[in-house]
């Protein structure tokens, strides 16, 4: 997804002005004239100015025919653009079920999906997405200690 | 105790052996896939090593990086096709090469070379650190801060080819330190009354997702257009590597040298290192126009190079905790969290550290010849996991290793929106390194920078009084006139051309 460099400098004049205008927000020490608002400020600067640049640029490119926003072809092949949003797809639904679900049958459950989705034959998808499931399962949990949701089977494990 | 037989000691722990050889089969594997880089195999080791100890944990990344860099010559001689961006410089001399029946000297002059090249890094490591880390105990607050702002200044100017949107990415990487409680006064800044972003904007899984999960979404488009690989036989690699040493010694040498340094300069890596010492070969070579017909020399000049990188990377990264590229911004990170803040103080403190990591490149460039061989010759069964397969299982990795860092599902929302954003920015020509050494020495620079307004009461000048900060200083300056100089004059230029 290519954007005109003046829609990425205008985001960026938004984004810098955000930033400078809740830094007044940030307490002030008497005596100290140099607070925490003052980093973030030079930041919020510099960024303004990137932003103008970024603006004159993509208008002169405008000018020259360039579209605001060009999306890659693949964008209109269904598949492919499935494909791509499966990635952060499989990532948000980790994220809304992992609590209630548990690690092991959702993760077994995404990657199934994910390998059935991209071609794999369900005789090798199966085996692998549990196999894979089960040995991150024990490499985390069981030798890293990290407190991997257990969800259904909180009475099993 | 004398900290070196110490160091020994650390390293030559079974255990402690067993995770090296465990990494080098990791880096080995991720460089040879092509699409999977040595800095995502950096990203997805930190988890892993985040309960070791640290010897372990720095010894599983030098071994792992150092491998996965070689590993990327090996599709690229077979296939064309880079296991690394670091190899991309030279994948066409040698598949060119490959092609005229001379893989098997091709190969064996990459690994040969890759380990050599890695030893002369090594090399200048050990020799150049201490001593610049005795200098580096005299700085004060000024010259970090004119450090931290030169190297910035580096990453933007070498690493990328639009020093603007250098700039923007840099900046971006900055903006988001600020999240978290602000480290000269304590006061919560940007942080929405949110209990997880008090505790800042965790730099693993912004990596994680930078790095590795744009990657993936990158993957993900092109995985219809994989075609089936034919992975050519392979014979006697080490057959003629003696020769060409005797021929092309000079090349060795000037391509060591020259990887080593542009590996110390903060934000330029191992690719950018075989880039130049690639089209240095070309350029002093007695026959240029052998070049690009499946011509030795260029591969053994940037094969040596982008492995003495890898090490020349480290040298700033110990001695001022400024990374050299973004594998090294990774080991700060991993450095901070085992305790060990980088800094010439790391030298006098944990000096068995040191060594240990010293000892673990020189170990990790010796192990690359027998392993690289191993790994040459079971290329057809690597090449043949399918990414269909690889893609979700390293999806499923980057969701648990972003999960670890932060024990909540903070972590996994951190990676997404990096993972996106990064994907957004590559997209549209903004780097991501830039964001990330802004994030890494975010920090330190604005310590650094109010310590120092404090203590010249916001006096300008001061920044320039102390003799290295000065000079440091009015280099810096030199570099940002040069850039806008250099970008006044290409916008004079363009409405000309138009």
């Keep these: 997804m290519r954007v005109n460099d003046a829609v990425l400098g205008l985001a960026l004049l938004l984004l810098a002005g955000t930033m400078i205008w809740l830094t007044t927000y940030f307490p002030s020490f008497p005596g100290q004239d140099y607070g925490p608002e003052l980093f973030p400020r030079l930041l919020g600067g510099g960024l303004v100015l990137c932003g103008l640049l970024l603006v004159g640029r993509g208008l002169a490119a405008r000018r020259r025919g360039e579209a605001w926003v060009e999306l890659a072809p693949w964008w209109f092949r269904g598949g492919q653009a499935l494909s791509f949003l499966s990635m952060p797809l499989a990532v948000v639904a980790y994220l809304l079920f992992a609590e209630t679900l548990g690690f092991i049958p959702l993760a077994f459950a995404l990657l199934l999906a994910l390998f059935l989705w991209f071609g794999e034959r369900p005789v090798r998808a199966v085996p692998v997405a549990l196999v894979a499931t089960l040995v991150v399962h024990w490499f985390f949990s069981g030798m890293m200690r990290v407190p991997l949701p257990r969800g259904l089977l909180n009475d099993i494990l | 105790m004398d900290p070196i037989l110490t160091a020994f000691g650390l390293v030559f722990d079974p255990s402690v052996m ?19 880089t040595a800095t995502m195999a950096t990203a997805l080791l930190v988890p892993v090593t985040f309960f070791m100890d640290p010897v372990p944990a720095l010894g599983a990344i030098v071994t792992a990086t150092a491998m996965a860099i070689f590993a990327g010559d090996i599709p690229a001689a077979m296939l064309r096709m880079p296991g690394t961006p670091a190899s991309a410089a030279y994948a066409d001399e040698s598949y060119l090469m490959a092609r005229k029946g001379q893989l098997d000297l091709n190969l064996g002059v990459n690994v ?6 890695g030893i002369v890094g090594v090399f200048f490591l050990v020799l150049c650190a201490p001593s610049l880390a005795e200098m580096a105990l005299n700085f004060s607050s000024f010259e970090y801060f004119w450090l931290a702002c030169l190297g910035l200044t580096c990453a933007v100017f070498i690493g990328t080819g ?19 409680i602000d480290p000269a006064a304590g006061v919560p800044r940007f942080t929405f009354d949110n209990v997880d972003l008090m505790s800042g904007v965790n730099f693993i899984a912004v990596m994680i997702g930078a790095f590795a999960v744009s990657e993936l979404l990158r993957g993900a488009v092109d995985l219809h257009r994989q075609g089936h690989v034919i992975v050519p036989q392979v014979g006697n690699v080490f057959r003629g590597v003696g020769g060409v040493m005797r021929r092309y010694w000079l090349n060795f040498i000037r391509g060591s040298l020259m990887g080593t340094l542009i590996g110390a300069l903060p934000g330029a890596g191992a690719d950018i290192a075989a880039w130049v010492s690639y089209a240095m070969a070309k350029r002093f070579s007695r026959t240029p126009e052998k070049f690009g017909t499946g011509h030795v020399e260029g591969v053994v000049e940037a094969g040596a190079s982008n492995n003495s990188a890898v090490a020349g990377a480290w040298i700033p990264a110990l001695v001022f905790g400024i990374p050299g590229d973004s594998i090294t911004a990774i080991v700060i990170g991993v450095l901070y969290m085992k305790g060990m803040n980088p ?16 000892i673990i490149f020189i170990l990790a460039n010796i192990i690359m010849v027998p392993l690289g061989w191993a790994a040459i010759k079971s290329m057809k069964q690597v090449l043949r996991i399918p990414r269909t397969i690889l893609l979700p299982l390293i999806l499923l990795f980057c969701i648990v290793g972003a999960f670890a860092m932060t024990n909540s599902n903070y972590g996994i929302v951190l990676m997404l929106i990096f993972g996106v ?9 903004v780097p991501v390194a830039p964001m990330i050494l802004g994030l890494v020495l975010g920090e330190m620079l604005e310590q650094n920078f109010m310590t120092s307004m404090i203590k010249s009461d916001g006096l300008w000048l001061a920044f320039f009084e102390r003799p290295i900060a000065g000079a440091l200083g009015a280099l810096t300056l030199l570099i940002w006139l ?7 004059l290409t916008a004079l230029r363009r409405p000309a051309q138009a």
């Design chain 2, 343 to 358: 800094g010439p103080t790391v030298f006098t403190e944990n000096p068995q550290f040191i060594y240990a990591v010293f």
């Design chain 2, 482 to 488: 040069l850039m806008l100089g250099r970008g006044a």
């Design chain 2, 162 to 180: 639009d020093p603007l949107k250098g700039f923007v990415s840099l900046l971006l990487g900055l903006a988001i330190v600020c999240i978290g």
């Design chain 2, 112 to 117: 040969v070379f890759s380990a050599l090249g």
């Design chain 2, 18 to 36: 067993l995770v090296i050889l465990g990494a080098a089969v990791f880096g080995m594997f991720v460089g040879a896939m092509p699409g999977l």
């Design chain 2, 421 to 429: 954003l990064g994907w957004f920015m590559e997209e549209n020509g």
